[in-house]
């Protein structure tokens, strides 16, 4: 598939960072921003705008914040010429103070309001402040596989009306087919004219990738991938699948395939992402993921059978 | 998706035999063999009816030959009432003697006929030879991926004369996307009026599943699954997302999960099979997986960007 519109967005370092509270070394985001930048893709999420009053320093990585001054520092150790744009996302319901500098003084380019239908109001007012302040900004609408759809649409409907640059499809759950995402996508675009659509999906079901391309298919033009699909539980689509496929001869892979090599593969003996099957469960069933995450703390974090029964028993 | 037609085969035994030269334990495929029955599966696949001439004894388990006996005795042990169809393939190009008892003799019902299109002749001899001693049989005609249409089309005009009952689509190679899946089961179903479509995909780029589930959307009715994904490299269509994707209500997937928790999670501690980068690099790059198989028996079976520069110059 080649357009030329489509961008990429690479969350290895935020949603990775779910699993490791943000604890990523600069070595190591650095490493991956140089990567990146050598591979051609259009965007970097470095982690969450967290308030430090909601979410203590002690508890959480430098991404959790991501202050401007940090991912300068990266930036200019990684000491290479690269049109890889920033991204940072702040979750716009819980959230205190929203400081940001004007985008001219910022190395961040791109600010992404992930929200709930509920809090779509948060969203937008967040979005206004950015634009505002000449970021480009996006709407990421999560869990939408549980939101009723005149909610949904209403939400869409007052964000066209804002200056979003992209709107999301996010598959927080994993739970969506490809149908649903051709529906969702349309949805979108039908409600958003002149918007960007983007599709962010997780892995629960082996799906995140083939849900991305599907997205592609009917015109979502940003698409997001971690590097060997690195993200909590199973994960997200794969950068390096996502590379393979689109056909701009911009992107590389090569780069791509030396940082797996050099930093997940090992990364992976200490925290567990991939295909698990207690979230495969929660996916089937379009469950929040964290009783998944609860279990496989548990001594019973094998007994996929148990699990599945329980989960379905709570849905009865 | 519910559509009462459509049939489930399990081909871990068969597929998963690929990756341990067929010696799985009587214990385990009796196991196998009661959860399958339990989970309301349609097809278990055993293994193959090799020649010994050809593939002898001393390197091979019993699966590599799939002697009826040997099937009876797993049965009779398995005790237990069920439905479940038992299937054998045959590599029809590469086989010696082909006896088979009749069919109201033999534990087998269903025998699948596994060729590439130059060798479609010997699978037709097989199958006309199989449906006359009263089988059900297929063709799953390999690699698709790699056959010039106008060849493929021959093939499957040849085979609509036969008495075969499901023609497979077969991405050996595990690089379709699902526009080409579309398309081929679109092609089966206009060149084979009266047969049944069936789909057997591979993983090396995640997309065995939603593959799978393509191919339904767009009428193949036989659907090919293994415990965990279990297959040679990536493997193949997760059986237990299969199943919660179907939903007739005859299947349970909780016998399923339990095989899962206890034989295949250790199982893979010793084999290695799933999301590799090489084979994906092979999937993307539509080649067989051999080059991969070789590549993560060397030293450098971690080297992925290393692979993936050769495997390219290769092409070149």
């Known amino acids: 598939m080649y357009r030329e519109q489509i961008k990429v967005l690479d969350c290895t370092i935020r949603d990775g960072g779910l699993i490791n509270n943000h604890y990523f070394t600069d070595e190591f985001v650095c490493f991956v921003y140089r990567a990146l930048t050598k591979s051609g893709i259009d965007y970097m999420e470095f982690g969450y705008r967290s308030?430090?009053?909601?979410?203590?320093?002690?508890?959480?990585?430098?991404?959790?914040?991501?202050?401007?001054?940090?991912?300068?520092?990266?930036?200019?150790?990684?000491d290479i010429e690269s049109d890889l744009k920033i991204s940072v996302m702040v979750d716009?319901?819980?959230?205190?103070?929203q400081e940001f500098a004007p985008a001219d003084e910022s190395p961040i380019d791109l600010i992404r309001a992930a929200t709930y239908v509920k809090y779509i109001d948060?969203?937008?007012?967040?979005?206004?402040?950015?634009?505002?302040?000449?970021?480009?900004?996006?709407?990421?609408?999560?869990a939408v596989s549980r939101e009723i759809e005149p909610d949904l649409v209403e939400?869409?409907?007052?964000?066209?009306?804002?200056?979003?640059?992209?709107?999301?499809?996010?598959?927080?759950?994993?739970?969506?087919?490809?149908?649903?995402?051709?529906?969702?996508?349309?949805?979108?675009?039908?409600h958003l004219p002149g918007k960007e659509i983007g599709i962010h999906c997780h892995n629960q079901q082996q799906l995140a990738y083939a849900n991305t391309i599907e997205g592609i298919i009917h015109d979502a033009n940003f698409v997001d991938g971690s590097l060997f699909g690195i993200g909590r539980g199973p994960g997200n689509c794969c950068l390096e699948l996502l590379i393979g496929f689109l056909k701009n001869p911009k992107f590389n892979l090569t780069p791509i395939l030396k940082v797996i090599q050099?930093?997940?593969?090992?990364?992976?003996?200490?925290?567990?992402?991939g295909y698990i099957i207690p979230y495969m469960v929660t996916g089937i069933l379009n469950e929040h993921p964290r009783s998944a995450i609860a279990y496989r703390k548990t001594d019973d974090r094998d007994k996929f059978a148990e699990f599945y029964e329980q989960m379905r028993e709570a849905q009865e």
């Open 155 to 190: 939400a869409l409907d007052q964000l066209a009306k804002t200056p979003v640059d992209v709107v999301y499809v996010v598959d927080s759950f994993g739970a969506l087919y490809c149908e649903q995402i051709e529906y969702l996508v349309k949805l979108y675009r039908e």
């Open 51 to 78: 308030s430090r009053e909601l979410y203590p320093p002690e508890d959480y990585g430098a991404w959790k914040y991501c202050d401007d001054d940090k991912i300068k520092k990266v930036i200019d150790t990684a």
């Open 92 to 97: 716009s319901y819980r959230v205190k103070e």
């Open 262 to 273: 050099d930093y997940m593969i090992p990364m992976r003996q200490e925290i567990e992402w």
């Open 122 to 142: 948060s969203a937008i007012e967040l979005i206004n402040k950015c634009h505002d302040l000449g970021y480009e900004t996006t709407c990421n609408i999560m």
